[in-house]
C-alpha cells in the first residue's frame, strides 16, 4: 500500500486537507510538518486530534488577525506530540481556558486520553500536545 494511499485513509490528513480550504479562503497558510507519522497512530488519538485541530483552526480564522497556522506532529517512545501554532496576536492572558468554551473542550479531550495540553503565547498561539501511547497503540 502506498504511502499516498495510506495517508489518503488517515482521518487527521483528511481534516488538514478540508481545513486547509478553510483556512485558505481567510487568508491563511497552512504549514504541516510529518503528518505521515499519524497513519500509524491509533484511530481514537487520530480522531481527537482531527477535533481538536478543527476548533484550532476555528479559533485562528476568528481571532488570531494572523496569516500563517503550522501544525507539526511528532513522537517518542512514549507520547504522540502535536504542536499547534499560528503568528496571530495569541491568547487573551485576562481569560482562562477555562471560561473558553473550545478551549475547556480541548483541554477535556486531552484529559481523556490521560495527556497534557499547554496553551502559551509565542509570537501567536501555542498549543503543545502530549498524549502517552498505550501498549497495543
Known amino acids: 500500500n ?8 488517515n482521518l487527521t490528513y483528511c481534516i488538514l486537507n478540508i481545513q486547509q480550504s478553510n ?7 497552512l504549514h504541516t510538518k510529518n503528518e505521515e507519522i499519524t ?6 488519538i487520530q480522531n481527537t486530534i482531527s477535533q481538536i485541530i478543527t476548533e484550532l483552526v476555528t479559533n485562528a ?7 500563517l497556522f503550522s501544525v507539526t506532529f511528532s513522537q517518542n517512545k512514549n507520547q504522540y506530540l502535536i504542536t499547534v501554532h499560528d503568528n496571530g496576536i495569541g491568547f487573551d492572558k485576562n ?3 477555562k ?3 473550545g478551549l475547556s473542550g480541548i483541554k477535556k479531550r486531552i ?6 495540553v ?6 501567536g498561539a501555542k498549543i503543545d500536545i502530549s498524549i502517552p501511547i498505550v501498549k497495543g497503540d
Request: glycine letters at 6%; aromatic letters at 14%; hydrophobic letters at 25%.
Open 61 to 67: 480564522i476568528r481571532y488570531s488577525h494572523g496569516n
Open 95 to 97: 481569560i482562562s481556558y
Open 39 to 44: 497513519v500509524d497512530w491509533n484511530k481514537d
Open 111 to 116: 484529559d481523556y486520553l490521560d495527556g497534557n
Open 2 to 9: 502506498s504511502i499516498s494511499n495510506q495517508l489518503s485513509n
Open 118 to 123: 499547554n496553551f502559551d503565547n509565542d509570537n
Open 23 to 29: 483556512l485558505d479562503k481567510s487568508g491563511i497558510m
Open 99 to 101: 471560561k473558553s468554551f
